[in-house]
């Protein structure tokens, strides 16, 4: 972690918790400075050589004492020792930490250059710029500190340079990646040290292109989408990688979403699903059906809105033919009967359907067929797939036969090169609800 020394004298700031006094000093305090319950017994000469702040608010005449209250200064009592230290000239150290505090603390004392060539602003602005920003861990930590000290950080532009920062770093040519980062992600060949020399020279370990993914799920959902869509904005790293990026952000955040029966939520969590889907590249397979299957379960269960609900439905049903049984197993919402939400799946299929046909379209040149096509090999794998979901659902015994037969029905029959699967779906709602003859239907579905 980069950091920076300011004075040379021995800090002789010393309190008991509400209460801070310069002890090493032959001049009687001639000024209290009050921070929220904590006083600073401090002079002023060292302040009014400083800070413009306290030349407008201690009078030019008169020796008596002044006791100034401040309630609002950015960074709180911390905030204010550092720059009072600097007053004084005392070794004070900046770090990625407090550099924030510190900076905003100094804006609003205004330790500006009018009032004294080098002044703390300009000295941790320098700091800033050539130091901490060209680190990335340190550029990580520090906008995680901004929340903190708004609206004064997003003032000073010190939220936009971070984010900046970070963004231009990940989204740099891997080649040039030389600073350390987190992986603990499953490693190229090269990372493990397992390669074999070319010409008795080992060759340089790849930096892989997801390198920056785990640093930056330390973030908050606020500081994060800042920075993806900085990096969206840039157009240098590949969508399956942004992707794959807001998949470890999500599992990290969210532990419980890859067992979504357990998850329990509140606001914050609704928001951050919904701000997770609004995230994800648009761009078809940039992230698995499994993982928007899991988003969408998670939404449904916390409901998250229907726009939300829509969207993630639409992106699933692009890439349908990836799903599995099992991720389709979405539970019902509280209040329903049946176990699982077909209805939702049937939305889904439909989407499926319509998508297809209308590639299927654009592939014929707009032109619409009146004779049966062909099924696309997407079709065909959906199509088991459904069957496969209706297996499963028809152990409910609470599902209706007319939606049991509607989705059947939304796969159309050519999509079957054979129908054991169908067949074996029905005869298994035909098992779990021996009291009803849905013959008409099944005899429609199997001929569709």
Same mark, same amino acid.
């Given at each position: ?19 801070? @006094? ?7 305090? +001639?000024?209290?400075?009050?921070? $929220? &319950? *904590? %006083?600073?017994? /401090? ?85 800033? @710029? ?7 861990? +340190?550029?990580?930590?520090?906008? $995680? &500190? *901004? %929340?903190?000290? /708004? ?298």
């Amino acid at each position: 972690m980069k950091f920076m020394k300011l004075g040379s004298n021995p800090d002789t700031f010393q309190g008991d918790g509400n209460e801070v @006094s310069i002890v090493a000093s032959e001049l009687v305090s +001639d000024i209290t400075v009050r921070i $929220g &319950t *904590t %006083k600073f017994y /401090l002079h002023k000469f060292p302040l009014l050589s400083k800070c413009a702040r306290f030349q407008k608010l201690i009078p030019t005449t008169g020796d008596e004492n002044i006791d100034i209250h401040i309630h609002d200064i950015p960074g709180g009592v911390k905030a204010f020792e550092i720059c009072s230290k600097f007053c004084y000239g005392m070794i004070v150290t900046l770090n990625a930490y407090n550099v924030i505090a510190a900076r905003c603390a100094a804006e609003y004392l205004e330790m500006n250059e009018t009032v004294d060539k080098g002044n703390l602003i300009y000295k941790i602005d320098v700091f800033l @710029s050539s130091s901490i920003f060209r680190s990335w861990k +340190d550029s990580i930590i520090v906008l $995680g &500190t *901004t %929340k903190a000290h /708004l609206p004064w950080a997003e003032d000073l532009k010190l939220v936009s340079h971070c984010i900046d920062s970070v963004a231009s770093k990940a989204s740099i040519d891997v080649s040039k990646v030389e600073w350390s980062y987190t992986y603990n992600r499953k490693k190229l060949p090269t990372e493990n040290g397992n390669d074999s020399p070319w010409n008795g020279v080992k060759q340089q370990q790849l930096v892989p292109k997801d390198w920056w993914i785990e640093d930056l799920t330390d973030l908050d959902i606020d500081a994060y989408k800042q920075v993806i869509t900085a990096i969206k904005a840039k157009g240098m790293v590949a969508k399956d990688v942004i992707g794959e990026a807001i998949k470890a952000y999500t599992y990290k955040k969210l532990p419980s979403l890859s067992k979504v029966s357990m998850i329990h939520g509140d606001a914050k969590v609704r928001a951050m699903l919904v701000t997770i889907t609004c995230l994800l590249p648009s761009e078809k397979g940039s992230v698995s059906c499994s993982f928007l299957l899991k988003l969408l379960k998670a939404t449904n269960l916390l409901k998250c809105g229907e726009m939300c609900r829509k969207e993630l439905m639409k992106r699933i049903a692009r890439q349908l033919e990836e799903a599995s049984v099992s991720d389709l197993l979405i539970p019902t919402v509280d209040g329903d009967t049946t176990v699982y939400d077909i209805d939702l799946i049937l939305s889904i299929v439909e989407e499926f359907v319509r998508q297809d046909c209308k590639n299927a379209q654009k592939h014929n040149g707009g032109e619409v067929n009146d004779h049966v096509s062909a099924p696309s090999a997407s079709m065909i794998t959906v199509a088991k797939i459904v069957d496969g979901y209706l297996a499963e659902v028809a152990k409910d015994p609470n599902i209706p036969v007319y939606k049991f037969f509607s989705l059947a029905e939304t796969v159309s029959g050519n999509s079957r090169p054979v129908h054991d699967g169908l067949y074996r779906a029905i005869d298994m709602y035909l098992k779990e609800h021996p009291k009803r003859t849905p013959a008409r239907s099944t005899t429609k579905s199997a001929a569709a």
